[in-house]
């Protein structure tokens, strides 16, 4: 059983920076595949996009294309803590947004990877 515990959300201007927080407990893996997804305005929970991943084993890291360059995944592993550093906001990042995780080696940015779920932070970007 993984739990996990997001925070950082909150409303910025376009162009301003957040940091989201994942903090991950009730585990003695030694590796997870972590990732952030993040639910817009009016979307069901199966259209949920994956924003950005890692394997915390061996750091290797997967982003979607709308946030290369802007968003950036790190975990630490002392504070098994999640993050996401999101730069150059736009609306279009207005949503909430998720933390998941998966006790799996084969790590991505589809949902049905996952197994265990956040409640959510909201993030919305003001123009």
């Known amino acids: 059983q993984v739990e996990l515990a997001e925070s950082g959300g909150g409303s910025v201007q376009a162009g301003g920076s957040l940091k989201l927080s994942c903090v991950a407990s009730g585990y003695t893996y030694n590796g997870l595949c972590m990732g952030w997804f993040r639910q817009a305005p009016g979307k069901e929970r199966k259209e949920r996009e994956g924003v950005a991943a890692i394997y915390t084993g061996s750091g290797t890291t997967y982003y979607d294309d709308s946030v290369k360059g802007r968003f950036a995944i790190s975990h630490d592993n002392a504070k098994r803590t999640l993050y996401l550093q999101m730069n150059s906001l736009k609306p279009d990042d207005t949503a909430m947004y998720y933390c998941?995780?998966?006790?799996?080696?084969?790590?991505?940015?589809?949902?049905?990877?996952?197994?265990?779920w956040g409640q959510g932070t909201q993030v919305t970007v003001s123009s």
């Open positions: 998941a995780a998966v006790p799996h080696l084969f790590c991505g940015l589809r949902m049905d990877l996952y197994n265990y």
